[in-house]
């Protein structure tokens, strides 16, 4: 950069930063996008100027405390939420005191603001019987029926979080007997996961249905106009299941189903089964700096002798959760 200056800046952190130079995936920029665009209009409206006149001077340690300020008791933010900002902050000033050196004083004291404790929600998930009723409702096999089919089969099979299952690309696919799939996690970092011949067969009979020719880079769920499901556009699926569930006169589960409630299931299902916890925490991508030296990376063959022990909900006999009381257990299940 020739000229530095708090736009310059801005462009660099977005456009080289944090993709090339920390390597975070679309979805975690997007998110400190929105956090440090709330921030600057806080900023430039306490200021009474508008975003393009900001500099450099009008980033301080007080105006980062106003800002949280702010979300907590004016627009009545959740501290969860006030701590995602936060951490938004520290990842841009930390970028800040390595670029422009006159921030170094003000980004070691914000680096000093700690995240704020908060009670954790408490964490939901489906017991057996109720994922098979669900899928029971899920309707005939029509173009849409059989997408959304392998959908929620691949959500429950992998556990995935619903951002590696938007961007999942057809080249992530190994549907042939041992089936897999590479999911691309937390950190950009790789793992695979074994399939149920049936989450295969559902995600094989999908791709058959594609009138497109398909490459490795095609993406493997697409919406109503061809592109591919975003987030949202999985949760609304998710949700529109779960409402034919109820209409369908079953009893409805006293859980909100959502994409990572399908996750929390996962996880609560393989402990039922007897699977051991490290090897939950290496399917699931999950990464705990305290914990990452107390356990090695999980094979795929440790994943598939794992798979064994959790039935498919299409075959298997379904049985009532056993953890839901079990304070501990779910407190472990929540950090997942």
């Known amino acids: 950069m020739t000229q530095l200056n708090l736009p310059t800046a801005v462009h660099h952190y977005f456009l080289e930063y944090l993709p090339r130079h920390k390597g975070l995936q679309s979805s975690t920029i997007r998110s400190y996008r929105d956090s440090l665009r709330l921030f600057l209009i806080f900023v430039a409206d306490a200021n009474r100027i508008g975003v393009s006149g900001l500099g450099f001077e009008h980033l301080d340690y007080s105006a980062v405390q106003a800002f949280l300020n702010n979300m907590e008791v004016k627009r009545g933010n959740a501290i969860s939420t006030r701590n995602q900002r936060l951490t938004a902050l520290h990842v841009f000033f930390e970028y800040l005191c390595r670029t422009a050196p006159e921030m170094l004083p003000v980004s070691a004291k914000v680096a000093a603001i700690p995240m704020k404790r908060h009670q954790r929600p408490e964490m939901k998930f489906l017991a057996r019987d109720e994922v098979e009723a669900l899928f029971a409702c899920i309707p005939a096999q029509d173009r849409l029926s059989l997408r959304d089919r392998a959908l929620l089969m691949l959500l429950y099979n992998t556990g995935a979080r619903v951002s590696e299952v938007a961007q999942l690309k057809v080249g992530q696919l190994d549907l042939a007997s041992p089936a897999r799939v590479r999911l691309l996690g937390k950190g950009s970092k790789w793992r695979t996961c074994p399939l149920w011949s049936q989450t295969a067969k559902a995600l094989q009979d999908m791709l058959d249905e594609r009138a497109t020719v398909l490459s490795p880079d095609t993406i493997v769920f697409v919406g109503g106009t061809g592109g591919g499901m975003t987030r949202f556009g999985i949760y609304k699926r998710i949700r529109h299941h779960a409402k034919l569930w109820e209409a369908a006169g079953v009893q409805a589960s006293r859980t909100h189903i959502t994409p990572h409630v399908f996750r929390h299931t996962t996880a609560v299902h393989l402990l039922e089964s007897g699977v051991e916890v490290n090897v939950i925490r290496g399917w699931l991508g999950h990464v705990n700096l305290e914990t990452t030296n107390r356990y090695a990376e999980i094979t795929i063959r ?23 009381d079990d304070a501990a257990m779910l407190a472990w299940l929540s950090s997942l």
């Open 302 to 324: 440790m994943k598939a002798e794992a798979l064994k022990l959790l039935e498919p909900v299409a075959g298997g006999k379904a049985r009532k959760s056993a953890w839901r």
